[in-house]
């Protein structure tokens, strides 16, 4: 599987998949606001200048640090709304289960519905991948 480096950080790596139409997201440990939120638009500016086709976004959250409220309420209100404008069209996030990260993530799927953004939750990412696949 292809794959284009879109941002490689301590806390998060981002790429970009072409034959998936698809940008990863795993994020890594504990981050600041400001790292959040930058590289989440940094993807989105990304996608604009390059004239990329993002059908899916996956999010890998298996080693992802506590996310700040305020960071939840800026994807849902910033990010999500932008994205979907963008083109995106589905969504998988890859978590292990932890109750605090499924609270973080129920609240999200609620949002996600707002905008008719199909959002699933996996336990792998290959399972991620088939779900998108399934789509073509």
Known sequence: MEEVVVLSESYVRITYHPDLKMVK????GSFSMEQ??????????????ESLVIDNYLSN????????????????????PRAT???????????????????YLNLILQTSKIYKL????????NEAIIWFQSFK
């Open 25 to 28: 997201v795993v994020w890594n």
């Open 85 to 103: 404008k963008q083109g995106l069209k589905r969504a998988a996030v890859v978590f292990d289960g932890n109750i605090f990260k499924k609270y």
């Open 36 to 49: 959040y939120q930058s590289a989440l638009e940094f993807t989105l500016n990304y996608q604009q200048k």
């Open 118 to 125: 199909p959002l699933k939750f996996f336990s792998s990412e």
């Open 61 to 80: 959250i298996v080693k992802q640090g506590i996310v700040n409220p305020s960071n939840r309420k800026w994807f849902e209100q910033v990010a999500l």
